[in-house]
């Protein structure tokens, strides 16, 4: 059975949902006297109480393992989710399902949730990734009632920031580094204690934010012909749209702006990834293998995570190994600049 722990993400929430599963099992236990485990018994209005817990929890399970994975999951929709969070904590406030010591927990949890949602206005980011995602773009906001002149600031900081990169034909940007790569799905998080049911999260990564409109692009400016299309939709309704293919494929149609939304939306929304992959370096470096040159690490992890995703197969294996030249170890441990950026 597992245990609340204090340091340990939705340890409660996992405890609730394995005793509510196993409760029958869990009162013959604590009704055997010879066990002498009465005095932990629960009561039916605890039981009700654990129940109603263990729903609200649910929102936060949902949530660590939504902000876990690695695949189609960026900094735009940090903002969405955040409002999908909240949203979910005022149902439940006015709700009559649930006790009062639940509403008065839930608004606790909410004024913490406001205190980091403010915190999204410190950087400009979250709305320019938002902006320049395909299925957002400005009708999110329009959607949710956001002020004409919040919406607009947000279109104003796309445009100033779009007006500051070059052409594609130049090697120098004045934003972040470009570097692209594909989010790795990966399975450690999705194995829980117990069956969840669908994560709550999803949603709104593959619903339709407006009508798709669609209009031709003419000599107008990159941004305002995207910014004159309806939201875009995946063409699998089961399955978020990846938003990096989408911009690859319509770098021909939008040559500079797609360099501005890749070099944006390849920010994860969390730091669990990026976590993960550090980790994989006591995989690398084991106790029998730990002289390993720092270059040679860098070059394990990146071509480890590049044949995962696909980037590289065996045939370029096969071909890079026959060209292969025996050099011996350099004390510098220098490489050629832009050797781990790889282009998609």
Not at 16 to 43: G, H, Q, T, V
Not at 145 to 169: L, R, T
Not at 319 to 328: N, P, S
Request: charged residues 25%; hydrophobic residues 35%.
């Amino acid at each position: 059975m597992p245990r609340d722990v204090v340091t340990r993400w939705n340890s409660t929430y996992d405890m609730l949902a394995f005793a509510l599963e196993y409760r029958k099992p869990i009162e013959m236990l604590s009704a055997d006297w010879e066990l002498d485990l009465r005095k932990y018994e629960l009561n039916p209005q605890e039981w009700k109480l654990a129940t109603q817990l263990k729903d609200v929890l649910q929102v936060f399970k949902h949530a660590t393992l939504f902000f876990s994975q690695s695949e189609n999951l960026n900094i735009s929709a940090v903002i969405p989710s955040m409002d999908h969070f909240d949203e979910k904590l005022a149902t439940i406030i006015v709700s009559p399902h649930y006790s009062p010591s639940i509403h008065s927990a839930i608004r606790f949890g909410k004024k913490t949730l406001n205190k980091y949602y403010s915190k999204t206005d410190h950087s400009n980011i979250y709305r320019v990734a938002m902006v320049l995602d395909p299925r957002y773009k400005l009708s999110y906001f329009k959607k949710l009632d956001w002020e004409p002149e919040w919406i607009a600031e947000a279109e104003e900081m796309v445009k100033k920031v779009f007006d500051g990169y070059e052409s594609p034909s130049s090697t120098t940007t004045t934003a972040t580094e470009e570097t692209d790569y594909i989010m790795l799905p990966n399975p450690q998080f999705d194995n829980t204690s117990v069956a969840d049911t669908t994560n709550i999260f999803e949603d709104f990564l593959v619903q339709s934010w407006s009508p798709a409109l669609q209009s031709s692009a003419t000599t107008e400016d990159e941004l305002k012909v995207y910014l004159s299309t309806g939201p875009v939709t995946s063409s699998d309704p089961r399955k978020p749209l990846d938003v990096i293919m989408w911009w690859r494929e319509h770098e021909t149609t939008y040559p500079r702006l797609s360099q501005v939304a890749r070099n944006h939306l390849c920010i994860p929304a969390s730091s669990v990834d990026v976590e993960r992959i550090f980790s994989k370096a006591r995989i690398v470096l084991s106790d029998l293998r730990n002289r390993l040159a720092v270059q040679t690490v860098r070059s394990l992890i990146c071509v480890g995570e590049w044949i995962k995703a696909g980037l590289i197969t065996e045939k370029d294996l096969h071909a890079w190994l026959k060209g292969f030249k025996d050099i011996e170890q350099d004390d510098k441990d220098s490489v050629k600049s832009g050797w781990d950026k790889i282009n998609i």
